[in-house]
């Protein structure tokens, strides 16, 4: 008599930062714009439902136009959103336009914020609303709080906080300001995240070297000094140059940041967690708190990101093999 047995192979442990194969194509989803030659993802977020909502800077043959998508759970197409899953649209006829960010309002209403080109010596900033399928209702223009970036020669990373009136903070930093250098060398401030105690996150890039940078301030705009004493902090990825661009907090009080490194075909995404104090997380893939991604053959950048119900990390940002595409990515957490 044969004897007959049936073999379950184990599934494969998931660790943290690791790809998920179940999303997509085998982890990566690449947001597809009808009509368009190429596409940047500038902007990601959730909605209610925990469908994907994705601004995009989008390339047409009439010129430059904001974008716009939703994507299910599972990173595929929501054909029931715009036409056949996608918005492409400008703030006003005739003009160009690109999208930045995109949020969820309590309605349900989603708002896109961009730019408006009017000429080659006016762009303004801009709004566009949308009902939840994607069709536009009002437009209008915004500002900002808390703002960073860079300033001077060598460059100096910048930090400003505005009051709800738009005059300057001159109880923050300097009359307002808080100007960075890392080690005596040009910063760019990309992303600022407040966190549970007031704090600032702050992340963006150093130069000559270019590695990616982080820096802990406080709510009254000075260097936490608890923290790497005062001091920015600076990461290699290997021996390639890097930056972050986006950063988001967790609840559980960890940051996660994205970005990528510099170089050609050697433009990968990075993403990395971080404990509060912006050292990298332990338990993050296997010990190391940071990954490279290679989407292929291409100059590959994240942009920005978000966090699912269930834990999972999304990247969102763009490939460029010929042309622009806009691609998001899921990891495990």
């Known amino acids: 008599m044969l004897a007959q047995f049936a073999f379950v192979l184990p599934r494969t442990m998931a660790h943290a930062g690791q790809l998920d ?73 005739g003009f160009d336009a690109t999208a930045g960010k995109v949020i969820e309002l309590p309605d349900g209403n989603i708002l896109l914020s961009g730019l408006h080109y009017e000429n080659n010596d006016h762009t303004f900033p801009a709004l566009a609303l949308f009902d939840q399928q994607g069709r536009c209702l009002a437009l209008q223009a915004d500002g900002h709080i808390v703002v960073g970036g860079a300033i001077d020669l060598p460059q100096h990373g910048l930090i400003a906080r505005y009051d709800s009136s738009g005059k300057l ?31 600032l996150q702050v992340f963006g890039s150093s130069s000559d070297p270019m590695h990616s940078l982080s820096l802990k301030v406080r709510p009254d705009g000075k260097p936490d000094r608890h923290c790497n004493q005062g001091q920015c902090q600076l990461m290699a990825i290997g021996s390639n140059a890097s930056q972050w661009t986006a950063a988001r907090l967790q609840s559980d009080g960890k940051l996660l940041t994205a970005g990528a490194t510099i170089g050609g075909i050697e433009a990968d995404f990075v993403l990395a967690r971080h404990l509060p104090d912006a050292s990298l997380d332990p338990d993050f893939v296997q010990g190391k708190g940071w990954v490279r991604t290679r989407l292929g053959y291409s100059l590959d950048t994240a942009t920005t990101l978000a966090v699912q119900a269930n834990g999972r990390i999304l990247v969102g940002g763009y490939s460029l093999l010929g042309l622009y595409r806009a691609v998001i990515a899921r990891y495990w957490a």
């Open 169 to 199: 903070d001159d109880s923050f930093g300097e009359n307002g300001f808080l100007s960075i250098l890392a080690q005596g060398h040009s910063v760019m401030v990309s992303q600022i995240v407040p966190d549970t105690n007031g704090d």
């Open 21 to 93: 194969s179940g999303f997509a194509a085998n982890g990566k989803a690449w947001v597809h714009f009808e009509d368009s030659t190429s596409s940047l993802t500038t902007g990601l977020t959730l909605d209610h439902a925990g469908r994907i909502l994705v601004a995009a800077r989008i390339e047409t043959a009439h010129g430059s136009r904001f974008g716009l998508a939703r994507l299910n759970h599972d990173g595929l197409t929501d054909p029931d959103f715009g036409t056949r899953g996608c918005v492409i649209g400008a703030f006003e006829n």
